[in-house]
């Protein structure tokens, strides 16, 4: 160790880091379901640290359970925190246990907080010579930052010195606690001065010098923010006194020879005891690589091991050297054919130019035919004194037959981008058998599915991060700027990786009938039909969206007048702070929810209780509702028109929603309002071209009908296979009327009811929708129980299923964790349960339509068909058909929608025909 090591003290704030490593890994569990998200973060960052910061004396410091000196000060503080997750209390005493086999001193002292034991051994440290390393997230720190004393903080590789602390927070150090005095903490629940915010304090500072400055110069500060600190000027010298950390506390108690350091230094890591620890919360690649460096192959085996091994895919053989060639010549470029063609199976990957599918073109194509062998293909690197590449056209000319060849079978990481790319290039490729983002998603959809996250989780590799590569921020450059031997390793290594990855993934899903199910007849088949959606786009009627602009903008206008009629003056309808004083100062309205930092919420929420009653509250909403319409639609949309096609595409997101559904963005289809005129217009822009009409098929209450042969309840069978009113059916059997008897709100309650149970809808939810008491509501789910006892007994069954299981899966076999099911806490987990009853519904139904999109797309290309699926939003599929075609596709559509499955009863599409979208729907 060198001197300068010797004299360095390192601190870590543990109570700090365990909060944020759990809300990082929430979800992760080991043997048993014992969360284990925090604990697994904890070991991260104290080994990365210990091999990081060379450091002669070191501690973690933790804050003790019980009350502090600041509890009796002011009874308040901290009084607004949520209770501590109980899946993070269980991890509590693992963290302490697993920091001490690490080697870590721990340190806690009852009756003072982490930060006053960090603040008076970094005093010390600082004193006696040492240089101090604060390893924290926590901003009040700062304070203790000098020229001896700096901060770290693993999570986001931030460092602050002296300079980096008044870089950050706009004041030194040593006036950290009077900026924190004046702005407060909400999460400590120590108030500031109200409207008094960062930029606000550090100016304030600055131009006074202190808070003592501030103080005395009070009644020269005008304005609101004036007026606020003559108010809390009896306050701020609590405030101040809560805020400073204290720095001469008496730890002699609880560090042997105290003030000397000497008891703080990294003691041997207990490496059988580690090792015990890893198995016994199932930390694997933690495990591999203690035992690699104990030498050893494997620990004793136990029960509980052989069941891990059991549970775990096999490992595939990683190759030590790793070859990755840049082919700069024909020649190499023919080998690597002929080596792709005679390979079972090759990886494929594209570098370009832009992440915009459709406008990407080449920088280089990379592939693997075998673990530690890949190749790239540089063709448009042109920084200074790049070297001498392949040209585009003759690469891919060569490339071509492969590429278009059905019978060469091919894996991609999100393989719907690179058929994108390549079409971009004229060529059509064929024979994906596997795309590794997808098989993720099928197996574990509630986990990330980034090629990076998937190597780290199942390879224990970490290659090239894109920003390793590019940079970020303003200093990014282009792919093509990229050196060609660095572009090599990191496109060599997707490829690379990715057919890694699918040997662990495809392994896993071949054992489970319905996993596999999943991915091969839906997944993998929909995912080249959205790219065909994707590319082909629909067409805009730009100038009628920009008609509609300036009519939303003459209402927008019309709209604030007469808000400023009802405030009694003019203000900004876009500020949440100018809106709070105009209804709760002004006028007086009754406050329903405060802000984190205390001040009455304006949310949309909040202002929908108020529109109630008060006409300026639903003045705002209107107005909001039509800025957002405009700015996200009728001012956008024509700027996402592709110039060359005059079409928009949007980019259907396949892997995102646990239950398998669809997202769309750039531009989002799927959240245009259709419940006020204005949002149903922007729908009308959405055209069919000349001698084409567009034609919406959509499924009628299909989660409802999903529910019915899910829970096999007779009543609601009997209501779909008849043909009935199903919501009308309903209200008969609650109120116990004939169905002719039933009025327009019985039905709409009854409705109310039939889609609130399918979202795990409680007393109160229902009684929020409806405008009742909780009472009312209790009695009209009870009577709904009583007379479709079948619903009541599939939620019951499934609850404790997915409780025992840990997951709940849809009729197809797809399957969605619920990770909160079992040890959440009670929130959560009624959150889970809550998810539990609708996902299989809503995870079916999400297969249903993909389903239904493969049936039609099968048969428009069987029988050559010009017809085009445009858009699938939720339930609905969206055609742009020829005239010659209309009544062929009114028919057949929805023939081939309600024959994708058979159930207990019938599936239904609706079709509309019209000029646009809106007429169709």
Request: glycine letters at 8%; hydrophobic letters at 40%.
């Amino acid at each position: 160790m060198t001197d300068d090591e010797h004299k360095t003290l390192l601190l870590v704030d543990g109570s700090s880091y365990l909060y944020r490593a759990y809300h990082a890994l929430p979800d992760l569990r080991g043997p048993g379901g014992f969360p284990t998200g925090a604990i697994h973060g904890m070991v991260a960052m104290m080994k990365k640290l210990r091999e990081d910061v060379g450091a002669g004396h070191a501690a973690c410091v933790f804050d003790a359970s019980g009350p502090t000196f600041r509890d009796e000060w002011y009874p308040e503080y901290k009084a607004n925190r949520s209770p501590m997750p109980d899946d993070l209390r269980q991890q509590i005493e693992p963290i302490h246990e697993v920091v001490k086999l690490l080697g870590w001193p721990v340190l806690m002292v009852p009756g003072i907080e982490a930060d006053d034991a960090i603040g008076t051994l970094a005093r010390i440290g600082a004193e006696s010579g040492h240089k101090v390393i604060v390893s924290t997230g926590d901003k009040d720190l700062a304070q203790l930052v000098n020229e001896r004393v700096t901060l770290i903080n693993t999570m986001s590789n931030e460092r602050l010195d002296v300079e980096g602390v008044k870089a950050k927070f706009g004041v030194p150090p040593d006036r950290i606690v009077d900026y924190l005095t004046l702005i407060g903490d909400a999460v400590d629940n120590v108030p500031g001065v109200e409207k008094v915010g960062p930029k606000t304090a550090a100016k304030w500072i600055a131009e006074h010098g202190s808070l003592d400055g501030v103080i005395a110069a009070a009644d020269q500060i005008k304005g609101v923010a004036g007026d606020n600190l003559r108010k809390a000027m009896d306050w701020l010298p609590q405030g101040r006194r809560l805020i400073t950390v204290v720095t001469d506390c008496d730890l002699a108690e609880y560090i042997p020879g105290w003030p000397d350091l000497r008891a703080l230094q990294f003691s041997e890591v207990d490496k059988p005891g580690l090792l015990a620890f890893y198995e016994r919360h199932g930390f694997r690649s933690f495990r591999k690589e203690l035992e690699s460096s104990m030498g050893t192959a494997a620990p004793v085996a136990t029960p509980a091991m052989a069941a891990d091994a059991q549970a775990a895919p096999p490992r595939p053989v990683f190759v030590p050297a790793r070859e990755y060639e840049t082919i700069t010549s024909f020649d190499r470029l023919d080998a690597w054919v002929e080596a792709l063609r005679s390979a079972p199976l090759s990886a494929l990957d594209t570098e370009t130019d832009s992440l915009d599918p459709m406008r990407a073109r080449i920088i280089g194509v990379s592939f693997a035919v075998e673990p530690g062998r890949a190749a790239y293909v540089p063709m448009g690197h042109d920084y200074p004194g790049a070297p001498d590449q392949l040209p585009l056209p003759e690469v891919l000319a060569r490339l071509k037959p492969w590429l278009e060849d059905e019978a060469a079978a091919k894996v991609g990481q999100n393989i719907k981008y690179d058929l994108h790319v390549f079409a971009n290039h004229g060529i059509a490729t064929r024979g994906y058998r596997h795309d590794t983002l997808l098989q993720s998603y099928v197996l574990e959809a509630h986990k990330p599915h980034s090629l990076e996250s998937l190597a780290e989780r199942h390879l224990d590799r970490q290659g090239l991060s894109y920003e390793q590569v590019c940079g970020k921020g303003a200093n990014q450059i282009a792919f093509s700027q990229v050196d060609v031997a660095q572009a090599t390793t990191y496109s060599g290594e997707d490829s690379e990786m990715c057919l890694q990855v699918h040997q662990m993934l495809w392994p896993q899903i071949e054992r489970e009938p319905g996993m596999r199910e999943v991915y091969e007849r839906v997944e993998m088949p929909v995912t080249e039909i959205l790219g065909r959606v994707e590319r082909h786009g629909v067409l805009i009627d730009s100038a009628l969206l920009a008609t509609q602009s300036r009519e939303l903008a003459e209402r927008m206008v019309a709209l604030e007048r007469e808000a400023y009629e009802l405030a009694g003056q003019p203000f900004n309808l876009g500020s949440p702070k100018q809106i709070g004083e105009i209804l709760f100062n002004r006028l007086g309205l009754p406050v329903k929810k405060k802000t984190a930092s205390g001040s009455p919420s304006t949310d949309e929420e909040v202002l929908q209780e108020l529109a109630a009653d008060y006409p300026l509250p639903a003045k705002l909403l209107e107005h909001r509702s039509l800025s957002k319409l405009k700015g996200t639609y009728t001012d956008k949309l024509p700027l996402m028109v592709n110039p060359q096609t005059g079409r928009v595409h949007t980019n259907y997101a396949q892997a995102v929603a646990v239950t398998g559904r669809l997202s769309s963005n750039d531009p989002n289809l799927q959240n245009i309002p259709i419940r006020t005129p204005e949002g149903r217009r922007v729908r009308e822009a959405f055209i069919a071209p000349p001698g084409h009409r567009i034609i919406s098929a959509d499924y009628s209450q299909i989660e409802l009908r999903i529910m019915a042969h899910i829970s096999g309840d007779p009543g609601l069978t009997r209501a779909f296979a008849e043909g009935m009113d199903v919501h009308r059916a309903t209200a008969s059997e609650v109120f116990g009327i004939a169905p002719e008897a039933v009025t327009s709100e019985q039905r709409r309650y009854a409705k109310t009811i039939n889609f609130g149970l399918i979202y795990g809808m409680g007393a109160f939810g229902l009684a929020q929708s409806l405008g009742l008491d909780q009472k009312a509501a209790r009695n009209y789910i009870d009577r709904y129980f009583e007379r479709f006892a079948g619903v009541k007994r599939y939620m019951d069954q499934t609850k404790a299923r997915a409780a025992e299981c840990g997951y709940v899966e849809t009729l197809y076999g797809r399957r969605i964790v619920l990770p909160d099911i079992r040890g959440g806490s009670g929130p959560r987990r009624s959150a889970a349960e809550r998810q539990a009853i609708n996902a299989p519904m809503q995870g079916t139904a999400a297969d249903l339509i993909k389903l239904a999109m493969i049936a039609v797309q099968q048969v428009l290309d069987a029988e050559k068909r010009a017809t085009k699926m445009v858009m699938q939003v939720h339930d609905e599929l969206v055609f742009e058909v020829p005239d010659h075609e209309l009544e062929w596709a009114k028919e057949a559509v929805p023939r081939l929608m309600s024959g994708v499955a058979s159930f207990s009863v019938p599936l239904l599409a609706e079709v509309g025909v019209g000029a646009n979208w809106e007429e169709a729907h």
